[in-house]
Structure formats: C-alpha cells, structure tokens
C-alpha cells in the first residue's frame, strides 16, 4: 500500500490549494481517507474525513465552509480543495486511509508523505 499526497505550496491569505494523495494498493470504497495537519510543536490534528461507504464528510470546525474533501475514483486518490486560506492554515499536511472511520492518527493503518501549506502575506 502506498499514498502520495502532493499539492502543497505557498499561497498568500485567502488564496487557494488543492491537495491531493493518490492511493495504490486499497479501494476507496473499502477504507475510510482522513487529511491530517500538523504544526511543528505540537500534536497531529485531524482536518477531514471520509467514510468508507455513503461516503459522510467530516470537517474541523475551523476548515467548515472552506476545505471539500473528495474522492477521485478514476485516479484513486482523494483530494482536499482548501479556499480562503488563512495564516493558521500552516502546516504539514498528511493524508491517510484505513479500515474504520475516526477523528485520531492511530486508527488510520496508512499514511502519505506530508507535504507542507504555507499561508503568508
């Protein structure tokens, strides 16, 4: 099983970045895809998730209204549109896949490379 997440870069507040990890070795529909964001310094959070199967998305309140996250079936991969950027946006992003749904890193059995956001004017 692999992911790669890609995507990342520099953007100014309000901009826009699309990120996206693309998944060999699972099925979309089989696992639940989780994008995750850390800050050096502090913990791994979670920022979207998405079931196995209906597919439900969950967003952190502070992402609500600017991040979708997607599923990209002809490409397997999931994809995370991030609008109206803010500073707090920072971080290294993380995409990630397992068997079960959940909100904390250890349910997810796979993991992609971060790759890092930054917002700043």
């Known amino acids: 099983v692999q992911l790669q997440a890609s995507g990342g870069g520099s953007v100014q507040p309000g901009g826009s970045l699309t990120l996206s990890c693309a998944m060999s070795?699972?099925?979309?529909?089989?696992?639940?895809q989780a994008w995750f964001r850390q800050v050096p310094g502090k913990e791994r959070e979670w920022v979207a998730v998405?079931?196995?199967?209906?597919?439900?998305?969950f967003y952190k309140d502070s992402v609500k209204g600017r991040f979708t996250m997607s599923r990209d079936y002809a490409k397997n991969a999931v994809h995370l549109q991030m609008n109206n950027l803010k500073p707090e946006d920072t971080a290294v992003y993380f995409c990630?896949?397992?068997?079960?749904?959940?909100?904390?890193?250890?349910?997810?059995?796979?993991w992609g490379q971060g790759t890092l956001v930054t917002v700043s004017s």
């Open positions: 990630a896949a397992g068997r079960f749904v959940g909100l904390l890193e250890n349910v997810y059995e796979y």
């Open positions: 070795g699972i099925t979309l529909d089989g696992h639940a």
């Open positions: 998405l079931s196995k199967s209906d597919p439900s998305k």
